[in-house]
């Protein structure tokens, strides 16, 4: 991906109404940050962010809640799949 600009990734690819991101938030074992997993969908300047704010559900020893990670999308394991034809 290339390092310009900021985009927003928060529509999954099964939509509907339930509001806990389908993508997840795990602690690293260390603590020092989280590893995210799953996909998104209509993301906002994807191809061409720098950096993403992604939504994931955030599972905590205290419950869970909808957190906002910010991505480099230089990190490993990132990647932007083929553009989506319109009408």
Same mark, same amino acid.
């Given at each position: 991906?290339?390092?310009? *600009?900021?985009? $927003?990734?928060?529509? @999954?690819?099964? *939509?509907?109404?339930? #509001?806990?991101?389908?993508?997840?938030?795990? #602690?690293?074992?260390? *603590? /020092?940050?989280?590893?995210?997993?799953?996909?998104? +969908? $209509? =993301? /906002?300047?994807?191809?061409?962010?720098? +950096?993403?704010?992604?939504?994931?559900?955030?599972? @905590?020893?205290?419950?869970? #809640?909808?957190?906002?990670?910010?991505?480099?999308?230089? /990190?490993?394991? $990132? @990647? =932007? #799949?083929?553009? +989506? @034809?319109?009408?």
């Amino acid at each position: 991906a290339a390092a310009g *600009g900021t985009g $927003f990734a928060d529509t @999954e690819p099964t *939509g509907g109404g339930n #509001r806990w991101p389908r993508t997840t938030a795990t #602690r690293t074992a260390d *603590g /020092s940050a989280y590893t995210l997993k799953g996909d998104k +969908l $209509f =993301v /906002s300047n994807g191809p061409v962010a720098g +950096l993403l704010g992604v939504t994931a559900t955030v599972r @905590e020893p205290d419950g869970k #809640r909808v957190g906002l990670a910010v991505v480099d999308t230089r /990190s490993p394991g $990132f @990647e =932007v #799949r083929a553009g +989506l @034809e319109y009408l």
